[in-house]
């Protein structure tokens, strides 16, 4: 949180947004590839890549609960 | 010639102090991990939020003699949607460095686990920026540079408030080896594209980064962003931030305060004073009546409260009503805070 910022949230009034089949949490594409391995061959070059992937969204069911100040000094 | 410690330092061994890479930064991501610890929704295609608006109007009131009554209103509904946010990261390893840095006797770390857990660390730190800023995919914002320049001014310290640089410094959000945009709102790589930080200066009062290329930066006009390799206008899509979220106006879910019959989607009070905070009388959440049950040592509603990195303790203290009520969420509460304080979390007055 920045330094002029204070936040008084209800975690009740925010919604997390995820997808499902797995996807609630950071996942390696190569275990989405289902290779079971922790990064895949690059072809042609003598590497190997991976990547993660996290789907996640915050969105609030309620907003007049929660406050903020955004200019502290 | 006498051997000396010179000499024969080609055959000295050499010692690390600790058998774990030392991180210069803070890699809990407090705030993306409290939002973690809540039950997700799953969607297809969108979240939708059902809302309650406002009650209906039709109501009336007669005498004894009776009369005729309002016409009946709907109760009034409406939703909010929320669509989903993909973060990734991309590694790459060498095979000489899975095959010659494997952990064990060969170096301190296996080079394929910094990198798996890094990424994942690096993730999460990103989409911890986002949520806690606007989700607006601004990184910093510039200050003026008074001509072409590689080292592009920031957000000085003292000037800070809705548009931040310093803290983005400090909150290892922009860092040497980065690499990014600077532009408009209306184009994000307006100056520069893809350019890689070389190096930064974390003074309170000039912040700066040096990048790549010499560009004009005009304070209030130009944002750091990160490079959106799939629009040349566009920032990156990303996480409703906490300043977004708790704010009296703007749109969130597709709903907007500013639309009439909508002023009800806004924040109980966002104050940007810049001069003295001033939480104004019946401006606490929930503020409707006293909590129903203590929750964690803490009020109903008031679930995190948070300035910097530490804890507002004395914020999140319960009020004299609720002290007077609820005797156990005091004693909760004490328990709480001595343990907090005994972690090294700092109390204000």
């Known amino acids: 949180v920045l330094d002029t910022d204070w936040f008084q949230i209800d975690l009740k009034a925010l919604v997390k947004i995820t997808a499902g089949n797995g996807f609630d949490k950071p996942r390696w594409a190569s275990d989405i590839q289902g290779s079971s391995q922790a990064s895949i061959w690059k072809q042609g070059n003598t590497s190997f890549v991976d990547a993660v992937v996290y789907p996640l969204q915050v969105g609030a069911q309620r907003r007049n609960t929660l406050a903020a100040a955004t200019a502290l000094q | ?349």
Request: proline content about 5%.
């Open chain 2, 1 to 349: 010639m006498a051997q000396t410690a010179s000499s024969i330092a080609s055959v000295t061994k050499d010692a690390w102090t600790s058998e774990r890479l030392v991180k210069q930064f803070e890699d809990k991501n407090a705030p993306l991990g409290r939002l973690e610890s809540v039950k997700g929704t799953m969607i297809g295609t969108q979240a939708q939020v059902p809302i309650y608006n406002n009650r209906s109007g039709a109501y009336t009131s007669v005498g004894a003699a009776g009369g005729s009554l309002n016409p009946a209103q709907a109760q009034q509904v409406s939703q909010a949607t929320y669509t989903l946010v993909y973060s990734w990261f991309q590694t790459e390893l060498e095979t000489s460095a899975l095959a010659q840095a494997g952990g064990g006797m060969q170096s301190l770390i296996a080079a394929k686990d910094l990198e798996i857990e890094g990424g994942l660390e690096n993730v999460k730190h990103q989409m911890t920026r986002q949520l806690v800023t606007n989700g607006d995919g601004i990184v910093a914002a510039t200050g003026t540079s008074g001509g072409a320049s590689t080292t592009v001014p920031l957000t000085a310290a003292a000037s800070e408030g809705t548009r931040y640089g310093y803290s983005a410094l400090k909150r290892g959000w922009l860092f040497p080896g980065a690499t990014v945009d600077v532009g408009t709102t209306a184009d994000t790589d307006a100056l520069v594209t893809a350019s890689t930080i070389s190096a930064v200066s974390m003074s309170t009062t000039a912040p700066t980064i040096t990048i790549g290329s010499a560009i004009d930066a005009t304070a209030g006009t130009h944002f750091v962003y990160i490079p959106n390799p799939n629009s040349t206008t566009a920032a990156n899509p990303e996480l409703n931030g906490l300043r977004q979220i708790a704010a009296t106006s703007g749109a969130l879910g597709g709903l907007n305060p500013s639309t009439a019959g909508q002023e009800f989607w806004q924040a109980a009070v966002r104050d940007t004073s810049t001069t003295v905070f001033s939480p104004r009388s019946g401006a606490q959440p929930d503020a409707s009546g006293p909590p129903e049950r203590c929750e964690r040592g803490r009020p109903r509603g008031v679930d995190l409260v948070q300035a910097a990195d530490e804890l507002l303790l004395a914020a999140a203290e319960p009020g004299p009503l609720h002290r007077r009520r609820w005797p156990r969420c005091r004693e909760r509460r004490r328990r709480q805070v001595e343990r907090l304080e005994h972690q090294g979390v700092r109390r204000r007055a």
